[in-house]
T-cell receptor
Framework: DVKVTQSSRYLVKRTGEKVFLECVQD?????MFWYRQDPGLGLRLIYFSYDVKMKEKGDIPEGYSVSREKKERFSLILESASTNQTSMYLC?????????????FGPGTRLTVL | GQSLEQPSEVTAVEGAIVQINCTYQ??????LSWYQQHDGGAPTFLSY????GLEETGRFSSFLSRSDSYGYLLLQELQMKDSASYFC???????????FGTGTRLLVSP
């Protein structure tokens, strides 16, 4: 059974803290994605990676960075958390092979920044 | 810019048929996907259309018209468990970058 896991379901941090969100997939997928989901705004792409050590900006990369040192792991970093980064963060992965158009999502991390 | 428009909410009764529309304006187009998300859950993939026409998967069908920049998801024989949010998403690059719509909340009543 395919699986994308995220390190925390709920996280509370203070303004200015450095925050790490971890995502691990066990499907040997090449592509990994970080989205944030806010009511009325849908899912917005923050960053994605199509290979180890490769990264591309999405639509809202400001205030975020990412790291992909291993194929199965993709980390989202908030360098200095701010209250407007309070959101649900979703990680996803997909293959470049067959069924390449399906993205598999993790359960999400609900981050609150106080 | 990139924009996808879909209705914010649709209501229907069990056993009925409902259509959720999606119109898009994007800088690139490789295909239109649909995802389902139950409250508190992760989005799950339903369908993908790269070419014009209708794709059927059980009770769900998805349609695409590239010339009209339009697609829809058709749900037949509605069940209570179909109550969820439905998102259309356009693949805008060869790297599978998706741009999502804001979602349609479907409420199915008995």
């Amino acid at each position: 059974d395919v699986k994308v896991t995220q390190s925390s379901r709920y996280l509370v941090k203070r303004t200015g803290e450095k925050v790490f969100l971890e995502c691990v997939q066990d499907m040997d997928h090449e592509n990994m994605f970080w989205y944030r989901q806010d009511p009325g705004l849908g899912l917005r792409l923050i960053y994605f990676s199509y290979d180890v050590k490769m990264k591309e900006k999405g639509d809202i990369p400001e205030g975020y960075s990412v790291s992909r040192e291993k194929k199965e792991r993709f980390s989202l970093i908030l360098e200095s958390a701010s209250t407007n980064q309070t959101s649900m963060y979703l990680c996803a992965s997909s293959t470049t092979g067959r069924n390449t158009n399906e993205q598999f999502f993790g359960p999400g991390t609900r981050l609150t920044v106080l | 810019g990139q924009s996808l428009e879909q209705p914010s909410e649709v209501t229907a009764v069990e056993g009925a048929i409902v259509q959720i529309n999606c119109t898009y304006q994007t800088s690139g187009f490789y295909g239109l996907s649909w995802y389902q998300q139950h409250d508190g859950g992760a989005p799950t993939f339903l369908s993908y259309n790269a070419l014009d026409g209708l794709e059927e998967t059980g009770r769900f069908s998805s349609f695409l018209s590239r010339s009209d920049s339009y697609g829809y998801l058709l749900l037949q024989e509605l069940q209570m468990k179909d109550s969820a949010s439905y998102f259309c998403a356009v693949r805008v690059s060869g790297f599978q970058k998706l741009v999502f719509g804001t979602g349609t909340r479907l409420l199915v009543s008995p």
